[in-house]
């Protein structure tokens, strides 16, 4: 399968149900010859032989069909049941594996309540040898069953099972089954054995990430459908007028002159049927799509080592059909291409259509596959290479996709990327990702190559310590690391490997591995056996290390004396690496080094070069490239050029980025501001990061501004995934001609999950504050520096559905501390972006000898001349309520309500508030406006005049994006509108600058 760039868009399940009890005794009782065959055991393979008969009804949208499955026991054990996949019943309901991932992946829920998006297979009645037997379902995997023969299949005992079966196919908007209008996607439609293997029986529920696992055999397939829909599909058509007509398809190029092709509506179809028949061999699956609208195209090549020709079939629709008119032609090549460096292709036909599919941009089936909607020709050349490639890697060599995916998708990955940059050796990154020459040359990236989009992908990951190993089975992963470590690093390391080995040795290993394993189940080890002993080579660091660990690399020049290069290892792989005398883009020498650890002086030969640069053409898993060059001459040989760039662009890794943003400002006291921000970038993490906005204001002739810099330290396989140590400083205008000055430094610890599947992530952290003296300087006195300390401990749940966070603080300041605890959840109510806010907070001062009152808990949202540690972005910062627009700003925390009461009811030493906001469903999409609900207990409820010790309020938000929202508080209790004036009084807004923050815009990615 192909993924799409996660940057552009997007457990081990195993595999053991919960069993009922007599269930588990049975497996018990029977598991030792079933499910835990004896060691040692030589290879061998079952095989199944599938003949169906399926019709489609178009009108309902359902398969109504017929199976026949001889099942050959080639395995030294006796067999005691027979684990069948029911797959269609993985659309079935809400609890089904592939209903919760999705829910976990893209926050879909009651995704299968809707009846079109429903499917399931029914109708089932499984026979053996003509006899009725006992099955089941798993509790809870209804996709997943049982078969128990009469009696136990012996080795070398076959069987014949039967069954009829229903098809309900669901609209294809979720996963790989489905249908758009009347075109069909029918693939994982059959009841289908699972893998029995040295390993035992591998049974798994139907998943959107997470490929198969499937035994070889033959099919014989029946299709009978309406007689104008045209099929491309498994195996190798047996009807000759069919054959003829799709000639005759093909051979009609009128499409292609019509400057119209918007057309995509579904002719009516036809009151006669057709029944087309298909035969496979050496194939682990069999998958078709219909669609009475495709254009056909018809190509032949000549395999470069037997000689023997097969055909080739482009199927696609009206939709993006400029872009396949050349189709054909990348089919053909990318044939050749594996065919070349592999071995022959292992079939007789090949069948690529352009059809509906939501799992990734393409989908591999043996001898076809799918293909989605592309962006340009680039891109359709792309996918359909990599699917294509599966032919080898996947359908030839049936891996165990979902407990080792890195063995297809990662190979398949690394011959497509080899393909493409040999066929598009100048492709550069912004005609893909941008577009528009003159905006590249704007971001100066007009030069940067295609590749770097892989690299920054995973650096992002890399450097935020977010990695998991390559070997890990599909399930294991993040939604992220699916794609970027098992198509991202694979792909990288694989080449990694082959720029190592060089191409000739690399090539000739895997075609030897391909010969000798074709139409077999390799292990992983296979593959390394393969390249140990064709290369003589110790290659532990890439098959335990690189493709095992999350180990990093990071060579690092250290000097440069006498032809002699000092490198220091600073990471914990230990791999080779390629050094090279260059000039400007001219290569003058390479060498490769066997990894090692510490340092080690290299002798490199002399010549008129001006630099040393390890692995210059981005070939190897850097993790950082700022280390990675010395200049021969120079004042400063070891620095690397600055690459300034205004507003922001994408980051080169070998390169320092200074981008510089023109910046206005403005507040009360300082006037208007003008100023610049400059930054090293946000997108790729660095070790050192900076934000700097100085200003020039014209109110007070002063300067003004904020800077952060922080460093940045990722442990390797510690408790604590990421620590950063950060350093602030903020100037602004304040009364009395002064300024306020706050600096702040502090250190966040994020720990790692074990779980990376897992949302939560926690935080500890702990911030020491220097500001200026609130107080005084609101008595316009010259302001003293006040010490605070802050030690915070944060969990966040960052699941689409449901997500909550807890936050625990305790602060202290010279005469007071104080502690609290805030909980936030979210109750969905549709999908992730619709629901029920929570907000529950508590507070109590645990020392309180200070005069001055807003040291306590506010009862209010803060106005900003409450704000001591000057968190926050107001305009006019020190305004008194409610003298202007400015002054009714607030930030909402603490007691939490709208109303201003603090100056009126005065701050609190305990207080408990509770909160709720609504969207309101259908409406909030066109209209942003929520009610709200505000509750508050405090120590002034009690005893102080009041009828209730309760406050309430309700009434209505509106604005953007949580940055600007206007609060309307329509109801209040009795005891907040004695106090809180006139109903214009309680509206008061919120402005928030840190929702464009960093951690905000990349808090998906964890960090």
Same mark, same amino acid.
């Given at each position: 399968?192909?993924?799409?760039?996660?940057?552009?868009?997007?457990?081990?399940?195993?595999?053991?149900?919960?069993?009922?009890?007599?269930?588990?005794?049975?497996?018990?009782?029977?598991?030792?010859?079933?499910?835990?065959?004896?060691?040692?055991?030589?290879?061998?393979?079952?095989?199944?032989?599938?003949?169906?008969?399926?019709?489609?009804?178009?009108?309902?949208?359902?398969?109504?069909?017929?199976?026949?499955?001889?099942?050959?026991?080639?395995?030294?054990?006796?067999?005691?049941?027979?684990?069948?996949?029911?797959?269609?019943?993985?659309?079935?309901?809400?609890?089904?594996?592939?209903?919760?991932?999705?829910?976990?992946?893209?926050?879909?829920?009651?995704?299968?309540?809707?009846?079109?998006?429903?499917?399931?297979?029914?109708?089932?009645?499984?026979?053996?040898?003509?006899?009725?037997?006992?099955?089941?379902?798993?509790?809870?995997?209804?996709?997943?069953?049982?078969?128990?023969?009469?009696?136990?299949?012996?080795?070398?005992?076959?069987?014949?099972?039967?069954?009829?079966?229903?098809?309900?196919?669901?609209?294809?908007?979720?996963?790989?089954?489905?249908?758009?209008?009347?075109?069909?996607?029918?693939?994982?439609?059959?009841?289908?054995?699972?893998?029995?293997?040295?390993?035992?029986?591998?049974?798994?529920?139907?998943?959107?990430?997470?490929?198969?696992?499937?035994?070889?055999?033959?099919?014989?397939?029946?299709?009978?459908?309406?007689?104008?829909?045209?099929?491309?599909?498994?195996?190798?058509?047996?009807?000759?007028?069919?054959?003829?007509?799709?000639?005759?398809?093909?051979?009609?190029?009128?499409?292609?002159?019509?400057?119209?092709?918007?057309?995509?509506?579904?002719?009516?179809?036809?009151?006669?049927?057709?029944?087309?028949?298909?035969?496979?061999?050496?194939?682990?699956?069999?998958?078709?799509?219909?669609?009475?609208?495709?254009?056909?195209?018809?190509?032949?090549?000549?395999?470069?080592?037997?000689?023997?020709?097969?055909?080739?079939?482009?199927?696609?629709?009206?939709?993006?059909?400029?872009?396949?008119?050349?189709?054909?032609?990348?089919?053909?090549?990318?044939?050749?291409?594996?065919?070349?460096?592999?071995?022959?292709?292992?079939?007789?036909?090949?069948?690529?259509?352009?059809?509906?599919?939501?799992?990734?941009?393409?989908?591999?089936?043996?001898?076809?596959?799918?293909?989605?909607?592309?962006?340009?020709?680039?891109?359709?050349?792309?996918?359909?290479?990599?699917?294509?490639?599966?032919?080898?890697?996947?359908?030839?060599?049936?891996?165990?996709?979902?407990?080792?995916?890195?063995?297809?998708?990662?190979?398949?990955?690394?011959?497509?990327?080899?393909?493409?940059?040999?066929?598009?050796?100048?492709?550069?990154?912004?005609?893909?990702?941008?577009?528009?020459?003159?905006?590249?040359?704007?971001?100066?990236?007009?030069?940067?190559?295609?590749?770097?989009?892989?690299?920054?992908?995973?650096?992002?990951?890399?450097?935020?310590?977010?990695?998991?190993?390559?070997?890990?089975?599909?399930?294991?992963?993040?939604?992220?690391?699916?794609?970027?470590?098992?198509?991202?690093?694979?792909?990288?390391?694989?080449?990694?490997?082959?720029?190592?080995?060089?191409?000739?040795?690399?090539?000739?290993?895997?075609?030897?591995?391909?010969?000798?394993?074709?139409?077999?189940? *390799?292990?992983? &080890?296979?593959? $390394?056996?393969?390249?140990?002993?064709?290369? #003589?080579?110790?290659? =532990?660091? @890439? /098959?335990?290390?690189?493709?095992?660990?999350?180990?990093?690399?990071?060579?690092?020049?250290?000097?440069?004396?006498?032809?002699?290069?000092?490198?220091?290892?600073?990471?914990?792989?230990?791999?080779?690496?390629?050094?090279?005398?260059?000039?400007?883009?001219?290569?003058?020498?390479?060498?490769?080094?066997?990894?090692?650890?510490?340092?080690?002086?290299?002798?490199?030969?002399?010549?008129?070069?001006?630099?040393?640069?390890?692995?210059?053409?981005?070939?190897?898993?850097?993790?950082?490239?700022?280390?990675?060059?010395?200049?021969?001459?120079?004042?400063?040989?070891?620095?690397?050029?600055?690459?300034?760039?205004?507003?922001?662009?994408?980051?080169?890794?070998?390169?320092?980025?200074?981008?510089?943003? *023109?910046?206005? &400002?403005?507040? $009360?006291?300082?006037?208007?501001?003008?100023? #610049?921000?400059?930054? =090293?970038? @946000? /997108?790729?993490?660095?070790?050192?990061?900076?934000?700097?906005?100085?200003?020039?204001?014209?109110?007070?002739?002063?300067?003004?501004?904020?800077?952060?810099?922080?460093?940045?330290?990722?442990?390797?396989?510690?408790?604590?995934?990421?620590?950063?140590?950060?350093?602030?400083?903020?100037?602004?205008?304040?009364?009395?001609?002064?300024?306020?000055?706050?600096?702040?430094?502090?250190?966040?610890?994020?720990?790692?999950?074990?779980?990376?599947?897992?949302?939560?992530?926690?935080?500890?952290?702990?911030?020491?504050?220097?500001?200026?003296?609130?107080?005084?300087?609101?008595?316009?006195?010259?302001?003293?520096?006040?010490?605070?300390?802050?030690?915070?401990?944060?969990?966040?749940?960052?699941?689409?559905?449901?997500?909550?966070?807890?936050?625990?603080?305790?602060?202290?300041?010279?005469?007071?501390?104080?502690?609290?605890?805030? /909980?936030?959840?979210?109750?969905?109510?549709?999908?992730?972006?619709?629901?029920?806010?929570?907000?529950?907070?508590?507070?109590?001062?645990?020392?309180?000898?200070?005069?001055?009152?807003?040291?306590?808990?506010?009862?209010?949202?803060?106005?900003?001349?409450?704000?001591?540690?000057?968190?926050?972005?107001?305009?006019?910062?020190?305004?008194?309520?409610?003298?202007?627009?400015?002054?009714?700003?607030?930030?909402?925390?603490?007691?939490?309500?709208?109303?201003?009461?603090?100056?009126?009811?005065?701050?609190?030493?305990?207080?408990?508030?509770?909160?709720?906001?609504?969207?309101?469903?259908?409406?909030?999409?066109?209209?942003?406006?929520?009610?709200?609900?505000?509750?508050?207990?405090?120590?002034?409820?009690?005893?102080?005049?009041?009828?209730?010790?309760?406050?309430?309020?309700?009434?209505?938000?509106?604005?953007?994006?949580?940055?600007?929202?206007?609060?309307?508080?329509?109801?209040?209790?009795?005891?907040?509108?004695?106090?809180?004036?006139?109903?214009?009084?309680?509206?008061?807004?919120?402005?928030?600058?840190?929702?464009?923050?960093?951690?905000?815009?990349?808090?998906?990615?964890?960090?």
């Amino acid at each position: 399968m192909m993924e799409e760039c996660w940057f552009k868009n997007k457990i081990k399940i195993y595999l053991v149900p919960k069993y009922h009890f007599r269930q588990m005794i049975f497996i018990c009782l029977f598991g030792l010859v079933s499910v835990s065959p004896a060691f040692p055991q030589t290879y061998f393979q079952q095989k199944i032989n599938y003949k169906i008969d399926v019709s489609l009804d178009d009108n309902h949208h359902e398969l109504h069909a017929f199976e026949t499955v001889e099942y050959i026991n080639n395995s030294p054990d006796t067999l005691h049941f027979i684990w069948f996949h029911l797959w269609p019943n993985a659309y079935s309901n809400n609890n089904t594996p592939l209903a919760k991932q999705l829910l976990r992946l893209n926050g879909k829920q009651r995704l299968f309540s809707d009846l079109e998006l429903r499917g399931f297979i029914d109708s089932l009645h499984f026979e053996i040898n003509g006899k009725p037997v006992r099955w089941n379902l798993l509790p809870g995997q209804p996709d997943i069953c049982h078969i128990f023969p009469d009696a136990p299949m012996n080795p070398g005992d076959s069987i014949i099972i039967s069954t009829p079966f229903h098809v309900k196919i669901p609209k294809g908007v979720t996963s790989r089954l489905g249908h758009i209008g009347e075109s069909y996607q029918i693939s994982q439609w059959y009841p289908k054995a699972a893998v029995y293997d040295q390993s035992g029986w591998h049974p798994m529920p139907y998943l959107d990430q997470g490929e198969f696992y499937s035994e070889f055999g033959s099919f014989d397939v029946n299709i009978t459908l309406p007689a104008n829909y045209i099929v491309g599909a498994t195996g190798n058509l047996q009807n000759q007028p069919e054959a003829e007509m799709l000639d005759k398809l093909a051979s009609d190029t009128a499409w292609y002159k019509k400057t119209d092709m918007e057309g995509t509506s579904f002719p009516t179809s036809s009151k006669q049927t057709k029944t087309l028949r298909y035969k496979a061999n050496h194939v682990h699956d069999f998958a078709w799509f219909a669609d009475k609208r495709f254009h056909v195209l018809k190509g032949k090549v000549k395999l470069p080592e037997s000689g023997r020709e097969i055909t080739t079939w482009v199927m696609f629709t009206n939709d993006q059909a400029e872009l396949w008119k050349d189709a054909l032609q990348y089919v053909n090549d990318a044939i050749l291409f594996f065919s070349k460096h592999i071995g022959d292709y292992p079939y007789e036909s090949y069948t690529v259509v352009q059809s509906a599919l939501s799992a990734g941009l393409g989908m591999e089936y043996p001898g076809i596959s799918v293909i989605g909607m592309v962006e340009s020709a680039y891109s359709l050349d792309e996918v359909i290479t990599h699917e294509i490639g599966h032919n080898w890697f996947y359908s030839a060599l049936g891996f165990n996709e979902r407990q080792y995916p890195y063995l297809d998708e990662g190979l398949t990955s690394a011959c497509t990327t080899r393909y493409m940059n040999k066929k598009y050796p100048d492709k550069k990154l912004w005609e893909v990702y941008v577009g528009k020459i003159k905006m590249a040359r704007f971001l100066h990236i007009e030069k940067m190559p295609i590749q770097r989009m892989q690299e920054l992908e995973r650096l992002a990951q890399a450097r935020n310590n977010l990695e998991q190993p390559i070997k890990l089975p599909a399930t294991d992963f993040s939604d992220i690391n699916y794609g970027i470590m098992i198509y991202n690093k694979a792909d990288m390391a694989f080449n990694y490997l082959r720029a190592y080995l060089g191409d000739s040795l690399f090539d000739a290993t895997i075609h030897e591995y391909y010969r000798k394993l074709i139409f077999t189940h *390799p292990h992983p &080890n296979d593959l $390394r056996k393969s390249f140990e002993t064709r290369t #003589v080579k110790d290659l =532990n660091w @890439f /098959f335990d290390d690189l493709m095992g660990t999350v180990k990093r690399m990071d060579y690092k020049i250290v000097e440069l004396e006498n032809q002699q290069v000092l490198v220091k290892n600073d990471g914990e792989l230990a791999s080779p690496f390629l050094i090279s005398g260059i000039t400007g883009d001219s290569v003058f020498f390479e060498k490769w080094i066997d990894g090692f650890e510490g340092k080690k002086w290299i002798e490199i030969p002399s010549g008129n070069y001006a630099e040393i640069k390890i692995d210059p053409g981005h070939i190897t898993p850097e993790i950082n490239r700022l280390n990675n060059n010395i200049k021969k001459t120079g004042l400063f040989p070891k620095s690397d050029p600055v690459r300034p760039q205004i507003f922001f662009s994408v980051e080169d890794p070998g390169k320092r980025s200074l981008m510089y943003i *023109p910046a206005a &400002n403005w507040t $009360r006291e300082n006037g208007f501001m003008a100023g #610049v921000a400059l930054h =090293n970038g @946000f /997108f790729l993490p660095k070790r050192i990061e900076y934000l700097v906005m100085p200003f020039y204001a014209f109110g007070n002739n002063d300067l003004a501004g904020f800077g952060r810099v922080s460093y940045n330290i990722t442990p390797f396989e510690k408790f604590i995934r990421k620590a950063t140590i950060s350093f602030e400083a903020t100037q602004y205008g304040a009364p009395g001609n002064q300024n306020y000055q706050k600096i702040k430094t502090g250190v966040d610890l994020y720990f790692k999950n074990k779980n990376m599947n897992s949302s939560l992530t926690q935080k500890v952290s702990g911030d020491y504050f220097a500001v200026s003296d609130l107080y005084q300087i609101e008595q316009e006195q010259a302001a003293a520096m006040n010490s605070f300390l802050q030690f915070g401990y944060q969990l966040e749940q960052r699941r689409l559905i449901n997500p909550f966070s807890v936050q625990a603080l305790l602060e202290t300041g010279k005469s007071y501390r104080k502690t609290s605890v805030e /909980f936030n959840y979210k109750v969905s109510y549709y999908g992730q972006n619709e629901g029920l806010d929570i907000r529950l907070f508590a507070g109590t001062m645990l020392k309180n000898k200070s005069d001055i009152p807003f040291y306590a808990f506010s009862a209010s949202g803060r106005s900003g001349r409450e704000q001591y540690l000057y968190q926050g972005s107001y305009p006019d910062r020190f305004a008194t309520f409610p003298d202007n627009f400015f002054s009714r700003q607030m930030t909402l925390s603490e007691g939490g309500l709208v109303s201003a009461l603090n100056d009126s009811l005065g701050y609190s030493r305990r207080l408990v508030s509770l909160s709720f906001t609504s969207t309101l469903p259908k409406i909030n999409k066109w209209v942003p406006v929520k009610p709200f609900v505000n509750l508050l207990l405090n120590d002034h409820g009690f005893g102080n005049g009041f009828d209730s010790p309760l406050f309430f309020e309700a009434g209505i938000k509106a604005g953007f994006w949580n940055l600007f929202e206007i609060y309307i508080p329509l109801v209040v209790s009795r005891n907040i509108d004695s106090v809180s004036g006139p109903f214009k009084n309680r509206i008061r807004f919120i402005l928030s600058l840190d929702s464009f923050s960093k951690e905000k815009l990349f808090s998906k990615g964890g960090i």
